[in-house]
């Protein structure tokens, strides 16, 4: 990986830039953060973070909330390397946690990307395999844009995917268990915002799971952000997630913010 991003960085002449950013979200009980590099050329992109997360112990009926918990500092390494036109190579390792005894972690995903001129936009295609055994197969299809132009400032601009997965868990005494998910997504962007900002748009998410252990999901969430200089920019989320697993069935809040900045 250091040998990948030294080449990039003084061989190739198109790099696009190095920056830096902060991402920092989470609900109440489940604050985390992300604080790093990233680097993309023509051929490689990578992002070099310390990942601080820190868990809260639930409330008890009465309202009281135990002392203690559990914060997680975890160093990261994901890169992406194009091998040709519209194939890449995904690695992530999750090296020892800081503050507790553990292993180092990786997984390594072959990407196919293929642009369509049908109803599909886009055919992305994915091959997922971790080193204990986790595999994963994943198809995504990108339906092909509307753009809606109501007289504003920019036009209203619907995109929407569906993302079939499959994942097998083996389990140590050779037994194996499967889990297929459907998912569909649909974002709006490009409606009049009255903060100013320079982008934002609305997304609404749907998931259901089937196999060893089924689920569903809900999500609606909204992005904004603002450019506060030419290479520095700032972005808001505010989501709302529904899973059928958790406590009372009941809606998940939760709060992003990022800030990049690009030297």
Do not use: C
């Not at 190739?12 to 920056?19: C, E, K, R």
């Not at 055919?123 to 007289?151: A, C």
């Amino acid at each position: 990986m250091l040998a990948l991003l030294l080449s990039a960085l003084f061989a190739d002449a198109n790099a696009q830039g190095l920056s830096t950013y902060l991402e920092s979200s989470g609900t109440g009980l489940k604050p985390r953060s992300n604080a790093g590099l990233a680097v993309e050329t023509d051929r490689l992109r990578m992002r070099a973070d310390f990942a601080l997360r820190a868990q809260q112990l639930a409330a008890s009926p009465l309202g009281l909330v135990p002392p203690g918990g559990r914060t997680e500092v975890v160093p990261n390494l994901r890169s992406s390397v194009s091998l040709a036109k519209n194939l890449d190579l995904e690695t992530r390792v999750n090296f020892a946690e800081w503050n507790a005894h553990s292993n180092t972690t990786f997984d390594t995903r072959v990407r196919y990307k293929k642009s369509l001129d049908v109803f599909f936009d886009e055919l992305d295609g994915s091959l997922w395999r971790s080193p204990d055994g986790l595999t994963k197969q994943s198809l995504r299809l990108g339906f092909k844009p509307i753009v809606v132009d109501y007289g504003g400032m920019s036009p209203l601009r619907i995109t929407g995917q569906a993302i079939f997965e499959t994942t097998e868990v083996t389990a140590a005494a050779g037994l194996s268990s499967d889990n297929r998910k459907v998912g569909v997504e649909t974002k709006l962007a490009g409606f009049p915002s009255a903060f100013l900002a320079t982008h934002q748009a609305l997304t609404f998410k749907v998931e259901k799971t089937s196999g060893a252990q089924p689920a569903s999901a809900s999500a609606v969430s909204y992005d904004q952000s603002w450019t506060v200089s030419p290479m520095t920019k700032l972005g808001l989320n505010l989501g709302f997630l529904r899973q059928s697993y958790a406590p009372a069935d009941d809606f998940e809040p939760s709060l992003d913010f990022s800030w990049r900045s690009q030297f």
